[in-house]
């Protein structure tokens, strides 16, 4: 009887099954190893009607290529601290596709889910791990896939291939992805799948379905003689291809180039190659200077990220390779293209900005040595460079102090940080900030990892999971002693205090953890201690305009709160594997990848809009827009604009001149100037714009005027309506209001013109008559004209303002509310519209009071008062409830309406929704 195997894996090209080879067998490439968790007989049949079957059945396992370990054998630095068992099963419920997916439930302890039996492998061959998953409250712990590589019974030591951690709640999206070459001499791997519990998340819910690992033959990219994928006007631009895993034959190559970010600017570019011979058992290998081939087509680079496509095309039979990187290439003008152009003739080794000591904003990146492995060798490889980079900090994740000794990974003889590293332009600047999980059971472990490497980063995050003891604390106290220099920092959140044993803060800034509100009770220009790190995670996914923007917004909030030492989870991500042995760093610097170019870049171009300049605050704010004003020393303001949410914003602000402004990207943004008016109109929106050569002084002096009485009343004789302004220029100004009444109305007399001194306020008051016939009881546009004189030069700002007609028996406005938390989160308590209702009558009244909120949907809130009785003179504070979403309320309406009773007199006041600072205010 013919016995038919389990469908569980197959060749993606219908090839024999990779599992009936012997090692060292030459596999047919390429490979698809595709799991779907179902549990089926011989004969393609599901004998088991439960809807949750166990891994393990019986103590016989159900499905052929899966198995489970929990507690010490799912990590054994951490193994279960209590006996809870966590759950794995394959369900009928939810499956992506297909009859059943895996299962995993923890409530605290680690899980792992491993493959039986191991498969081959080719080695130098690339392998692509991908999985579907959804989660629910796995927010504290994470699940972690791996592919380990062995050669014979024997695991190569560090050459694990990780997948990203995935957190957080997610319904199914194809997100567990891992990607790599196979080291040599391996010649089988497995996959692990680890849920990595924590007793804070309580019960933590993964489903896993298509899990699959695919083998190619790989194509590496790399980028001879730079350090990393940053590339000047004018140097060579070499591009060497390497590819293994091929057949025997004979395969052209062909080179794609485009211009990744900023998109639609330049057209793509195509170069084949002459054919190449690939050897039995030889890679093969492709060296041009990109530059010279684009000269041939007349072609040059302009500043941006450029992907790089390479394909080797195989014959009939015999599949090619393809892979791709990106490069940088750097401005072409500006300061820092005249500053390397004159540096050109030390080669390479020029620094790009040159050696500057504690700039006003410190930038840097977050360094990721895959596995944690060989972090000493990284860094010293890093440090012998040249100093062409263009920030000054990095962050070195560490892992488990108990880890890294054991594994005998502490750095070795790696120069120390600020050491001269043989730039003829001096010493670098560089900041190293050592992470390290603090360990309980591994505390003198973690204490011994910072003493053995204090003479290289001279700054350590130490994450413990929960306070330190007091011996903890004091053996901390003692390594001060012992290394002076050191410092040490504990992650906290936004508002958390810093710890006594700390020298500084890290806070961890997301999306949706965003830094919008310094610590209670400190000013927004003292929220932050300058030693203060702030590490900006940017989230996968997100397309390299996304991904700009939210760097831009995070960037710009966290220095609007103080912070001055700002870290990206981006762009630059490590790897090992170039040199001769696996997992040994190839001389001079390790490969560097840009997943995202735009990240990159948008980081390049904030440094280049604060690099000397200092931020000095913020300019009329609101929950919907920022306007950050930076004062450039050298001459000249600069005004940082973006939305805060998803949606652009218009914006009207007052320069009295037309200004030039760029976005992130380095793209002259549209922006259009009202003569008449005096104002700029451009949309913000959430990718940060630049306006150059900003007007500040005038702009905050013109934007200060404001009506300090007026509200009027229905009679004949005059009232009085004053405006007050304050002068924020460093020079006296002459300043002129004119004022144009609605038709009907008129002024006794106009405002005289008036010079105020430098933080001096002045004010006008004129008297307004209404017109004999009774006006209704409305808002009343008043056209105001302020002529600013500055430096003999005649400024016009003309706007708009309401002024409203009230009733003499009855009043109504708004008070104030309670700050939220931040531009999307729920107000500190329920959010809430209250008004005061007044009896300005010299007898009691009684009153029907409605209010409404004009959103545009039909469960708009409405609330009613009927009855209520009073005094003369006397007030009673309402309240309506609003929607729970500050954006939601941004622009819109309120509408109060007051009925007296037994009078049949009427009235109806409306409120728009704005923002200012960090309240909602209600204006008439």
Request: charged share 25%; net charge neutral.
């Amino acid at each position: 009887m013919r016995r038919l195997l389990p469908l569980t894996v197959w060749s993606c090209l219908a090839l024999p099954l990779a599992s009936r080879q012997a090692p060292g067998e030459t596999l047919n490439l390429p490979l698809c190893y595709e799991w779907g968790f179902e549990t089926p007989t011989q004969n393609g049949a599901d004998i088991f009607s439960m809807e949750e079957v166990p891994i393990f059945l019986d103590e016989r396992v159900t499905q052929p290529d899966w198995m489970q370990l929990f507690g010490s054998e799912a990590d054994v630095e951490q193994p279960d601290r209590f006996p809870r068992q966590p759950l794995a099963q394959f369900t009928r419920r939810l499956p992506r596709e297909g009859r059943r997916c895996l299962y995993l439930e923890s409530s605290g302890d680690h899980l792992l889910i491993q493959l039986i039996k191991r498969k081959p492998l080719l080695e130098e061959v690339e392998v692509r791990l991908e999985g579907w998953v959804r989660m629910r409250h796995l927010n504290e712990g994470s699940l972690r896939a791996e592919i380990r590589f062995f050669e014979g019974r024997f695991e190569i030591p560090g050459t694990r291939l990780s997948a990203e951690p995935l957190r957080g709640d997610r319904d199914w999206s194809p997100d567990l992805r891992a990607r790599g070459r196979v080291p040599k001499g391996a010649d089988s791997f497995d996959v692990r799948l680890l849920l990595e519990g924590s007793y804070f998340d309580k019960l933590a819910m993964v489903w896993i379905d298509t899990l699959k690992v695919e083998v190619y033959p790989a194509c590496r990219i790399r980028w001879p003689g730079r350090a990393a994928s940053l590339a000047a006007a004018g140097e060579p631009l070499l591009l060497e291809v390497e590819c293994a895993g091929l057949s025997p034959g004979t395969y052209p190559v062909q080179v794609e180039l485009e211009r990744a970010w900023p998109a639609g600017e330049e057209a793509g570019w195509r170069f084949t190659g002459q054919r190449f011979v690939a050897e039995s058992g030889q890679p093969l290998r492709f060296l041009e200077d990109l530059r010279s081939l684009l000269a041939r087509d007349e072609k040059t680079l302009l500043p941006g990220l450029y992907r790089v496509g390479v394909q080797v095309q195989g014959a009939p039979g015999a599949p090619g390779a393809q892979g791709e990187s990106h490069f940088v290439q750097l401005e072409s003008g500006g300061s820092r293209s005249e500053a390397a152009a004159k540096t050109a003739s030390n080669g390479p080794s020029a620094a790009w900005h040159g050696p500057r000591l504690e700039p006003p904003v410190q930038l840097g990146w977050v360094l990721r040595p895959q596995g944690q492995q060989r972090a000493g060798e990284l860094m010293e490889a890093f440090l012998s460079q040249p100093a062409n980079f263009p920030f000054q900090q990095i962050l070195l994740e560490w892992g488990d102090g108990t880890k890294v000794l054991k594994n005998g990974q502490v750095p070795g003889g790696a120069r120390a940080a600020g050491s001269n590293n043989g730039s003829k332009n001096g010493p670098l600047s560089f900041s190293w900030l050592g992470k390290v999980r603090w360990s309980k059971a591994g505390s003198q472990a973690c204490l011994e990892l910072v003493r053995r490497s204090a003479g290289l980063v001279r700054e350590w995050e130490i994450a413990a999971a929960s306070p330190l003891s007091a011996e903890e604390e004091n053996a901390l106290a003692g390594l001060r002693q012992e290394f002076p220099e050191l410092s040490f920092g504990a992650p906290v959140g936004a508002r958390g205090e810093r710890p006594r044993w700390a020298q500084f803060r890290v806070l961890e800034v997301t999306a949706e953890t965003p830094v919008e509100a310094p610590p209670e009770g400190a000013a927004s220009s003292s929220s932050a201690d300058p030693k203060d790190w702030v590490v900006i995670d940017l989230p996968r996914g997100l397309d390299g305009a996304g991904k700009a923007a939210l760097l831009g917004r995070l960037a710009f909030q966290s220095i609007r709160q103080g912070f001055r030492r700002l870290l990206v989870d981006e762009p630059w991500e490590f790897f090992y594997g170039t040199g001769e042995g696996p997992g040994t760093p190839a001389p001079g610097f390790a490969e560097a990848i840009l997943p995202s170019g735009a990240a990159l870049l948008g980081l390049l171009k904030i440094e280049e809009w604060v690099e000397s300049a200092a931020f000095m605050k913020e300019l009329s704010p609101d929950l919907r827009t920022s306007f950050l004003w930076f004062q450039d020393p050298a001459g000249g303001d600069r005004l940082i604009i973006f939305s805060r949410g998803q949606e652009p914003v218009p914006v009207s602000l007052w320069t009295g001149v037309p200004l030039p402004a760029e976005d992130l990207a380095g793209r002259p943004s549209g922006v259009k100037f009202n003569a008449a008016e005096g104002t700029l109109e451009l949309p913000a929106g959430d990718l940060p714009v630049c306006l150059s050569s900003f007007p500040a002084a005038r702009f905050e002096t013109a934007w200060s005027l404001r009506r300090s009485a007026g509200e009027l009343l229905p009679k004949t004789a005059g009232q009085k309506l004053a405006y007050t302004i304050k002068n924020f220029s460093r020079e006296p100004l002459e300043l002129n209001l004119e004022i144009e009444p609605p038709p009907g109305w008129r002024l006794k007399s106009a405002p005289a013109a008036q010079t105020l001194p430098p933080g001096k306020e002045g004010e006008w008051a004129v008297e307004v008559f209404l017109p004999r016939t009774s006006p209704h009881l409305k808002d009343y546009l008043f056209s105001l004209r302020l002529k600013m004189v500055e430096g003999g030069k005649t400024y016009q700002f003309t706007r708009a303002d309401k002024v409203p007609l009230r009733s003499e028996i009855v009043g109504v406005e708004a008070r104030e509310v309670p700050p939220p938390r931040s531009a999307s989160s729920p107000f500190a308590e329920e959010p809430h519209f209250p008004f005061l209702v007044r009896n300005r009558a010299a007898r009691p009244i009684r009153l029907k009071v409605f209010a409404k909120a004009l959103l545009g949907k039909p469960s708009d809130p409405l609330e009613t008062w009927s009855g209520v009785t009073l005094a003369p003179q006397a007030e009673k504070e309402l309240s309506l409830k609003l929607p729970a979403d500050v954006q939601t309320l941004l622009g819109k309406e309120l509408w109060v309406g007051v009925q007296v009773i037994g009078t049949g007199s009427s009235h109806t006041y409306s409120f728009r929704v704005e923002s200012q600072g960090d309240r909602l205010v209600f204006e008439r």
